[in-house]
């Protein structure tokens, strides 16, 4: 039985990788974005309901050119200075950006022709600009679905969709400009595993393989390991009662109540910033183990998350293990802040709540807090 197994697994991951990929032309526009100093943030997951991984490329574009409106300086001398570099920084990063927006124009203009759909609006007055791209490439013979709300149009059951959402406004707060833009693009390859045959996500069997490397961080000096019990019951509503939240997930859909409870177990560890070489050795090592394990498992529902660099100040996922018919959701979160590097394991059932002050609280209860008493 064992080796069954292990052949179909083989014959799944032949035909992961000879899948559909990406379009070329929308691979070299993302790798020029990263090239440019834009964050581009690649995701691997395997989609609930229909066979397949799904690869999505995401970039958020946000440029607040404000001219700041006071600079508080020595002498009138610098504080001119000052604002002399800032106007300089601007008018660079506007530019740069300028040429970012053009280069998606030609790139979209080019494959809407090639595109199976393709949707491309711009308008354009004194004080705004507004861009709104779509483009879908069809998914064997199936027809692609439409849907338009206002001046937008999204595209379903295709194999491949990418979308370039864009405003400026020139008259944002009567102080300068604002320019916002969001790219999302993603790509559907089979792997073979239909709905029936897919499980939850084994979170001991993962934990199990991520102990042995966690085992020599935990004996370095200065190194802290936490519980973490975070719960809301139904009916409490934090946002409206006490605004604690850093982040809050909704899953109401897999509810039928709406009761918005949950519970949310793991464990935090923390590790000076002294111990920088050792957490970025880790971190390589968990997510290194975290992409072996999803690709030895595709029958399990997952999200990975490709960046390799820590997020700063606010916790994301390396790996999430998505809930699978209400079972318990996992995440791996990594951040970096002037204190050091925080690691989250987490086990959530229903909604995850994530407390605004989580590294120092030994529990959050429907908005009670209870701080850890550090020795």
């Given amino acids: 039985m064992k080796k069954l197994f292990t052949c179909v697994l083989l014959v799944v991951l032949c035909l992961t990788a000879q899948g559909q990929q990406p379009n070329e032309k929308l691979r070299q526009l993302e790798d020029y974005f990263h090239q440019q100093g834009y964050n581009v943030k690649h995701t691997q997951s395997n989609s609930i309901g ?70 491309m609006y711009e308008y354009h007055k004194e004080d705004a600009d507004t861009i709104k791209y779509s483009l879908a490439f069809r998914q064997d013979d199936d027809s692609i679905h439409s849907t338009r709300i206002k001046n937008n149009v999204y595209f379903s059951n295709a194999r491949e969709v990418a979308s370039f959402d864009y405003y400026k406004s020139h008259e944002f707060n009567h102080q300068g400009d604002v320019m916002l833009g969001t790219y999302i693009h993603w790509c559907d390859e089979s792997n073979g595993i239909a709905y029936d045959y897919m499980k939850p996500f084994d979170i001991a069997a993962f934990e199990a393989l991520i102990q042995p490397v966690l085992k020599p961080v ?145 529990s959050y209860i429907n908005g009670k807090l209870e701080y850890r008493k550090e020795k």
């Fill in 50 to 119: 229909k066979e397949g991984v799904r690869h999505t490329y995401q970039v958020f574009f946000s440029e607040n050119t404000f001219a700041p409106s006071f600079v508080q300086a020595p002498s009138e001398e610098v504080r001119q200075m000052v604002l002399s570099k800032h106007d300089s920084i601007k008018t660079e990063r506007v530019k740069k950006l300028e040429q970012t927006i053009d280069s998606i124009r030609v790139t979209f203009a080019l494959l809407g022709k090639q595109a199976s759909e393709s949707y």
């Fill in 218 to 362: 935990k004996k370095l000096k200065g190194v802290k390991t936490y519980p973490v019990y975070w719960r809301h019951d139904k009916g409490f509503d934090d946002d409206v009662v006490h605004g604690n939240l850093s982040h809050k997930t909704t899953r109401q859909s897999m509810y039928g109540d709406n009761s918005h409870t949950g519970l949310t177990t793991g464990t935090y560890y923390f590790i000076p910033n002294e111990y920088k070489k050792e957490a970025e050795t880790l971190y390589k090592q968990l997510d290194s183990i975290s992409y072996n394990y999803i690709n030895s498992h595709p029958e399990q529902p997952y999200e990975y998350d490709f960046s390799k660099r820590i997020p700063v100040r606010n916790p994301a996922d390396l790996l999430h293990g998505i809930s699978y018919e209400d079972s318990d959701e996992y995440f791996l979160k990594w951040t970096l802040d002037d204190a050091g590097y925080h690691i989250l394991f987490l086990t959530s059932k229903g909604e995850i709540w994530i407390p605004r002050e989580w590294r120092k609280l030994k």
